[in-house]
């Protein structure tokens, strides 16, 4: 099956500061790839997502993300970061093994000082 | 309407109580899901329904029954819970069953608590 690994559990940035949150995928093929954000106690919103055509993909909230095949990554970024961006982002891929579900990886929280 | 909703949004319930998780949406979407979430931890798949018929179960305990009634209803039946059963269920929805080449929207979730 297809997996999803996000190596940070937890990044803090400061106000304006930018961000990148890394994603990598185990697939031979071109994933179908998504981001993902949860507020607390909250569902989860879709903030961008890949299939196919320009690597470089735009998404809602400012956030952009860029999908590298020889490094199997597919990396979030935002240029400039706001308080209220402080969340849990989850990055998830479509397995097509032969179960079509989401298998999402472990998240990673972040934190946003003033 | 691009949203997924779920009744109720909190529920406590005892060990021996019944009770049913209800999700809702209006976009056509044929494929719908139900994940749970514990702090601090990625959704966990529980079940798929793809047109109406349930496709997948990620080896869930019979303690918890799906119910897909119509297309844009699915149900969550409980049944003699235990505490560790506690968590955010979540419940989705994709355009499309048998494929993952769309994305799946999500409800606010289902803040569950056994007691």
């Known amino acids: 099956a297809q997996s999803v690994t996000q190596p940070d559990i937890h990044i803090t940035v400061s106000e304006g500061a930018s961000l990148e949150l890394r994603c990598n995928y185990s697939y031979g093929a071109t994933p179908y790839l998504f981001w993902y954000v949860q507020s607390p106690g909250q569902g989860l919103q879709l903030l961008l997502k890949?299939?196919?055509?320009?690597?470089l993909v735009q998404g809602i909230k400012g956030f952009e993300a860029e999908f590298k095949r020889s490094q199997s990554s597919f990396n979030l970024r935002k240029p400039s970061v706001h308080w209220s961006d402080a969340a849990e982002y989850f990055c998830?891929?479509?397995?097509?093994?032969?179960?079509?579900?989401?298998?999402f990886g472990t998240g990673t929280r972040l934190k946003v000082l003033a | 309407d691009t949203e997924v909703t779920q009744t109720p949004k909190h529920l406590v319930m005892g060990m021996t109580n019944k009770k049913s998780l209800k999700c809702e949406q209006h976009m056509g979407h044929r494929a719908m899901y139900w994940y749970k979430q514990k702090a601090k931890k990625p959704p966990e798949l529980m079940f798929v329904y793809s047109y109406e018929k349930l496709s997948i179960n990620e080896s869930v305990p019979s303690r918890f029954s799906p119910e897909c009634p119509n297309s844009s209803l699915l149900n969550l039946h409980l049944h003699a819970l235990q505490p560790e059963d506690s968590a955010l269920y979540l419940c989705a929805s994709s355009l499309r069953g048998g494929t993952v080449n769309t994305e799946a929207f999500f409800g606010q979730g289902t803040r569950l608590t056994v007691v």
């Open positions: 890949y299939f196919s055509g320009d690597t």
């Open positions: 998830a891929v479509g397995d097509i093994s032969g179960t079509y579900k989401y298998i």
